[in-house]
């Protein structure tokens, strides 16, 4: 039987300024740590999390406060499940805010089409928006350590943006040839 491993941080850090526990908050979600509760959150172990944890214990004890970095495993499947569950919840909860902004994407270009408004200033600028939603999607399915329900339709619902804007793109190609 294969066990997951994990880090476990616990932590304490003084009320004020609350600013340092929001940012100590933001590090921990931004490396896709899921908590169990107040100042209690798990990451799956690799180096990379060994390593930027220990640089956030050396943060939290320059706040004064204290943390306590383990290594654990579940103590059985169901558990195990559980830990999972909600690493996959948070992941999924961030892909289906990506697909409404895909579904922002698309509208978006449909309006132009509907409008007849084919400029390359529009095209540039719908390119850009595509790009942070390639960005985002990247960063989301860097934390999705194991493998999200919503991964796939995230990824087809980039490649349907990808597909408007080809379609947009053509267009406003078409519209420029015309005008010569």
């Given at each position: 039987?294969v066990?997951?491993?994990?880090l476990?941080?616990?932590?304490k850090?003084?009320?004020?300024?609350?600013s340092?526990?929001?940012?100590?908050?933001?590090?921990?979600?931004?490396?896709?740590?899921?908590?169990?509760?107040?100042g209690?959150?798990?990451?799956?172990k690799?180096d990379?999390?060994?390593?930027?944890?220990?640089?956030l214990?050396?943060?939290?004890?320059?706040?004064?406060?204290?943390?306590?970095?383990l290594?654990?495993?579940?103590?059985?499947?169901?558990?195990?499940?559980k830990?999972?569950?909600?690493?996959?919840?948070?992941r999924?909860?961030?892909?289906?805010?990506?697909?409404?902004?895909?579904?922002?994407?698309?509208?978006?270009?449909?309006?132009?089409?509907?409008?007849?408004?084919?400029?390359?200033?529009?095209?540039?600028?719908?390119?850009?928006?595509?790009k942070?939603?390639?960005g985002?999607?990247a960063?989301?399915?860097?934390?999705?350590f194991?493998?999200?329900?919503?991964?796939?339709?995230?990824?087809?619902?980039?490649k349907?943006?990808?597909?408007?804007?080809?379609?947009?793109?053509?267009?406003?190609f078409?519209?420029?040839?015309?005008?010569?």
């Amino acid at each position: 039987m294969v066990s997951f491993t994990w880090l476990l941080l616990t932590y304490k850090v003084p009320p004020e300024p609350a600013s340092r526990r929001v940012a100590l908050w933001r590090r921990l979600k931004g490396m896709g740590a899921v908590y169990l509760q107040n100042g209690v959150c798990l990451l799956p172990k690799t180096d990379d999390h060994v390593r930027r944890l220990k640089m956030l214990e050396n943060d939290i004890a320059e706040a004064k406060g204290e943390s306590v970095i383990l290594e654990t495993i579940a103590l059985d499947k169901a558990q195990e499940g559980k830990v999972i569950a909600r690493f996959n919840a948070d992941r999924d909860e961030a892909y289906a805010e990506f697909i409404d902004k895909c579904d922002d994407f698309e509208r978006e270009v449909a309006k132009e089409v509907d409008a007849s408004h084919f400029t390359y200033a529009e095209l540039e600028e719908n390119d850009v928006d595509l790009k942070k939603l390639r960005g985002w999607l990247a960063r989301i399915r860097k934390l999705d350590f194991y493998g999200a329900a919503r991964a796939a339709e995230a990824e087809q619902r980039l490649k349907g943006c990808e597909a408007v804007l080809d379609d947009y793109a053509r267009r406003v190609f078409d519209a420029h040839d015309e005008n010569r």
